[in-house]
T-cell receptor, first 114, second 111 residues
Framework: DVKVTQSSRYLVKRTGEKVFLECVQD?????MFWYRQDPGLGLRLIYF???????EKGDIPEGYSVSREKKERFSLILESASTNQTSMYLC?????????????FGPGTRLTVT | GDSVTQMEGPVTLSEEAFLTINCTYT??????LFWYVQYPGEGLQLLLK?????DKGSNKGFEATYRKETTSFHLEKGSVQVSDSAVYFC??????????FGRGTSLIVHP
């Protein structure tokens, strides 16, 4: 079974804090993704990575950065958290550059910024 | 660009009713098509997929057929259960590494 773990299920942070969300996979897949999910908006891609130290912006990268130092680990960083970043954050992986393959998702981190 | 449109929810049904959730996609290229399900408090998981025209994906009593002529991939189930209550996402493969997701359809099944 594919296993994608996220560092926290629930997180509460204060405005202006630096926040780290971590995603770890056990499948040796190249591609890793960070999405945020908001009611009525579905999934929106923040960043993705197709290799170690490689990253590409998605649809809504503003206010976020990422780090991929090891193949199995992809971190999402909120440099200075704001209330409009309160959301569900989902990490996903896929096995190949061919997008015909499905994605495997972690359980999500529900972040609240107060 | 690529897009996926699915019916807005919530869809509310009684147990054992027939389910259809509509999904249409933009016809660029030769995409693979997917349905994902998200149970409360969890991430998305693949429900079924189809990789070419006229393929039928099926799993757990759910089915969807890849219809190129109508650019559709509607999800169906003959008899829903309370445990099917979840959010369902239609998706298509896209350029490079990035799939395109619909906005999700919430299904509520009452006993």
């Amino acid at each position: 079974d594919v296993k994608v773990t996220q560092s926290s299920r629930y997180l509460v942070k204060r405005t202006g804090e630096k926040v780290f969300l971590e995603c770890v996979q056990d499948m040796d897949h190249e591609n890793m993704f960070w999405y945020r999910q908001d009611p009525g908006l579905g999934l929106r891609l923040i960043y993705f990575s197709y290799d170690v130290k490689m990253k590409e912006k998605g649809d809504i990268p503003e206010g976020y950065s990422v780090s991929r130092e090891k193949k199995e680990r992809f971190s999402l960083i909120l440099e200075s958290a704001s209330t409009n970043q309160t959301s569900m954050y989902l990490c996903a992986i896929s096995p190949s550059p061919d997008a015909a393959y499905e994605q495997y998702f972690g359980p999500g981190t529900r972040l609240t910024v107060t | 660009g690529d897009s996926v449109t699915q019916m807005e929810g919530p869809v509310t049904l009684s147990e054992e009713a027939f389910l259809t959730i509509n999904c249409t996609y933009t016809a660029t290229g030769y995409p693979s098509l997917f349905w994902y399900v998200q149970y409360p408090g969890e991430g998305l998981q693949l429900l079924l997929k189809a990789t070419k025209a006229d393929d039928k994906g099926s799993n757990k009593g759910f089915e969807a057929t890849y219809r190129k002529e109508t650019t559709s991939f509607h999800l169906e189930k003959g008899s829903v259960q309370v445990s099917d209550s979840a959010v369902y996402f239609c998706a298509r493969s896209g350029g490079s590494y990035i799939p395109t997701f619909g906005r999700g359809t919430s299904l509520i099944v009452h006993p």
